[in-house]
């Protein structure tokens, strides 16, 4: 027997006021349909609900119990109908959030604690990996959203937020010449050999450096070339090397390096931070990019 939303609040209804007169005007209907109604529903269930006397009606020991179980199926079809619409709003439900690891310091630290304040219905399941892989994954799916630095690699299939900006600047030797000055032109670096991105991963940061390098006035010597920023981390300290880096990177204890301001306002001594999403993306992504708008300046 299908116990209908309707039914079980007519059965529910008539438990409370035991009075079908009553009963049938609080439902906005006629007394002889609800007589029916429970009449059909004690036939289905093969049991009487109902004790009926003369001026007198009162619920059954199966008539108590159906309507405690009737009580937890409205319920039941309640709390399904509120989470179906929670979760198509954006307020519930799982979003799988990939970042490369250089932004897992500041960036991703105040959104989680923001998608906890403000989202509490949100399960966020984080994955670290390479920018070119994070853009994978979200093509084919695996992801919901990333973070990344340089956003030059998504294509129209994918769309891009920036959501934060940040200065390049000098990561020098803690040996290097300059490596205790308040800041340095990037010019100053024309005779020192660099390592830089090779632009397969990053290659909006690769070309920056190369183009702030030739609006200094020189072409880096390049001794060496990394696919990442951690990789340039480890020529630097080695001391082998200068690079240019994001000014995220300072946070990083690296021993041996040294990070100097870079004077100027050029264009390519600044770099993007940007969020990631498919353009099919639904609500609870959506819902979080708003966090990342809201809270990504904010000390």
């Known amino acids: 027997m299908e116990f209908t939303k ?16 009553r009963a049938a005007e609080r439902l906005s209907m006629s007394q002889p349909p609800l007589s029916q109604a429970i009449q059909r529903l004690e036939r ?6 109902l004790d009926r006397r ?30 179906v619409r929670r979760v198509a709003q954006g307020l519930e439900g799982d979003v799988r959030v990939g970042y490369v690891s250089i932004l897992s310091h500041r960036h991703l630290p105040r959104l989680l604690r923001a998608a906890a304040e403000e989202l509490p219905g949100l399960r966020v399941h984080l994955h670290q ?24 690699p998504v294509s129209d299939d994918l769309a891009a937020h920036d959501f ?24 100053d670096l024309r005779d020192d050999d660099f390592v830089l991105l090779n632009g397969t991963a990053l290659p909006g940061l690769a070309l920056q450096a190369r183009l702030a390098c030739r609006e200094a006035g020189f072409t880096p010597r390049c001794r060496a070339d990394a696919d990442d920023l951690t990789g340039l981390l480890g020529y630097v300290a080695a001391g082998l090397c200068v690079s240019l880096m ?45 966090l990342i708008t809201r809270h990504a300046r904010r000390p």
Do not use: C, N
């Not at 609040?9 to 007169?21: D, P, R, S, V, W």
């Not at 289905?44 to 609900?49: H, R, S, V, W």
């Not at 934060?164 to 010019?187: Q, T």
């Open 246 to 290: 994001p000014e995220d990177l300072r946070d990083f204890p690296v021993p041996g390096i040294a990070f100097v301001p870079l004077r100027g306002s050029s264009p390519y001594l600044r770099t993007t931070v940007a969020a990631v999403r498919r353009t099919d993306a639904d609500a609870a992504v959506h819902r979080l990019l708003d």
């Open 129 to 152: 990996d390479s920018t070119a892989t994070l853009v994978d994954m979200l093509r084919s799916g695996a992801l919901d959203l990333a973070f990344i630095r340089d956003p030059s």
């Open 6 to 21: 309707r039914l079980l609040e007519q059965f529910l209804t008539l438990a409370e006021e035991k009075h079908f007169g």
């Open 164 to 187: 934060a900006s940040e200065r390049i600047v000098a990561a020098l030797p803690d040996a290097h010449r300059l490596a205790g000055s308040d800041s340095i032109a990037l010019e």
């Open 54 to 83: 003369p001026g007198d009606l009162r619920l059954t020991p199966a008539g108590a119990a159906f309507a405690v179980e009737a009580r937890r199926l409205l319920d039941a079809q309640a709390a399904v109908v509120e989470r």
């Open 44 to 49: 289905g269930l093969g049991a009487t609900l």
